[in-house]
């Protein structure tokens, strides 16, 4: 019997596009999923070249699978990152991110971003320099229970 397949919310298209470079701040942003999502006035961030959201307004469409979120277009030019974090249907949290410039980029937004080798060689240090630390004292416990 052949099973059922699984779709996944994922981004589907946005405007601007990831990693373009525009000549001037857009008044809205669009995020195209690939089925409807949930939408709250949190959901999606605009985050400017100072760091802070300048989203105005978040909207969802009548078929839900785009999302509108209004700009000034007055704003400043540099990077711009747009960060969604939108429910699927499967009831799963889809999060990601676009980034775009205007004009020129400005310095990198947004946290450190590691691939999947570098994470787990960064849980195997970081557990490695815990028991490290721990072992003088482990040490001096055990000799406590001979």
Do not use: C
Not at 60 to 79: F, H, I, Y
Not at 113 to 118: F, G, I, K, T, W
């Amino acid at each position: 019997m052949p099973t059922p397949a699984s779709a996944h919310t994922d981004l589907l298209s946005s405007n601007p596009s990831d990693g373009s470079v525009m000549d001037f701040v857009p008044d809205h942003v669009v995020l195209e999923f690939v089925e409807p999502v949930g939408v709250d006035p949190d959901s999606v961030q605009v985050i400017g070249p100072d760091g802070e959201d300048r989203a105005i307004g978040v909207l969802g469409s009548d078929t839900g699978r785009l999302v509108s979120v209004a700009m000034d277009p007055n704003e400043k030019q540099g990077s711009w990152q747009v960060r969604y974090r939108v429910l699927g249907l499967d009831g799963h949290v889809v999060s990601g991110r676009v980034d775009f410039s205007v004009g020129e980029a400005s310095p990198a937004l947004g946290g450190l971003e590691l691939s999947p080798l570098a994470a787990g060689a960064l849980i195997v240090l970081v557990a490695a320099g815990g028991y490290l630390l721990m072992a003088p004292r482990l040490a001096r416990d055990l000799e406590g229970v001979r």
